[in-house]
């Protein structure tokens, strides 16, 4: 990875990192689905006078539809999740879901760290489910682990997407997902529920989320999947899980076990030696 890459792997690092934390902000003054139609309404916004609207392919559409799914999903687990921690540790069940993906439909060669590591991985995050502040809410990790297959699905169609913009695909999901989510709420109700805010921090957050999550996180993991190999580009969140479950402590005054801890060094040593393994096919920005 070059040096202009490894920059933006670390923006992507910590805007994701701010995004757990501004996401968890605005589900508990607001649900989830008023959340996500107020992100998806304001990212729509920001970016339309930047892009011109055409007929999108199948693959964008396929890709920002799983990306719908996974941000729906990701709110609905923090809004059930009593803290942080055992949320962004699940979440990092999308690298060895990437490396599955990535191997049996593109032949992303794996090697027998890899291999090990998606073990080890799936391992830490399973040690989560017997911590008692987890179990509680384990609800919230199963949740989540259905957010991180929809990330790994899109990014399968991601590295497809070669010669698309990445600001451009974080405009169709938007676009896509507001009447998705919208005819979803009519329909389902619950969790789903329309249920608004327009307090300080719901706004705050909301415009943090839109910029560090939907603009500089999201928008850098895509540049850098047109890329890299999908383990190689996914598991570089594996950072994520640390900063924000300390940003979490410190400003949200939230619990974290030594359980919780232990679970999220197993699966970062896991996604580690995703990371290290060898890869045969090398970075083409042209898929």
Request: net charge positive; proline share 5%; charged share 10%.
């Amino acid at each position: 990875m070059t040096f202009l890459h490894s920059l933006v792997a670390l923006g992507v690092i910590l805007a994701f990192s701010v995004n757990i934390l501004a996401v968890k902000i605005a589900v508990g003054e607001s649900s989830p689905a008023f959340f996500a139609v107020m992100r998806f309404a304001v990212v729509a916004l920001l970016l339309l006078p930047f892009f011109r609207i055409r007929r999108p392919g199948r693959d964008t559409v396929i890709a920002s539809l799983f990306m719908c799914l996974h941000f729906v999903l990701l709110f609905i687990s923090l809004s059930l999740s009593q803290g942080v921690g055992p949320v962004v540790i699940g979440l990092q069940l999308l690298v060895p879901f990437a490396a599955l993906l990535g191997a049996v439909f593109r032949g992303e060669y794996l090697s027998f760290s890899a291999v090990l590591g998606i073990v080890v991985a799936f391992g830490g995050v399973v040690s989560l489910g017997f911590d008692p502040i987890v179990f509680e809410h384990i609800d919230a990790l199963l949740v989540v682990f259905a957010a991180a297959c929809a990330q790994a699905c899109a990014t399968l169609f991601m590295r497809r997407l070669g010669g698309l913009h990445p600001l451009h695909l974080q405009l169709w999901i938007a676009l896509l997902g507001l009447p998705l989510i919208a005819l979803a709420s009519a329909a389902v109700g619950g969790r789903m529920e329309f249920v608004p805010s327009t307090t300080p921090a719901f706004v705050i957050a909301l415009l943090v989320a839109v910029t560090c999550g939907s603009i500089a996180g999201h928008g850098g993991l895509f540049y850098l999947v047109q890329r890299y190999p999908l383990v190689l580009s996914t598991s570089l969140t594996m950072a994520v899980p640390f900063f924000a479950t300390t940003m979490s402590a410190i400003f949200l005054d939230e619990i974290i076990t030594p359980r919780i801890i232990m679970g999220g060094l197993i699966t970062i040593a896991g996604v580690s030696l995703i990371q290290f393994g060898k890869y045969l096919k090398k970075p083409d920005p042209s898929q």
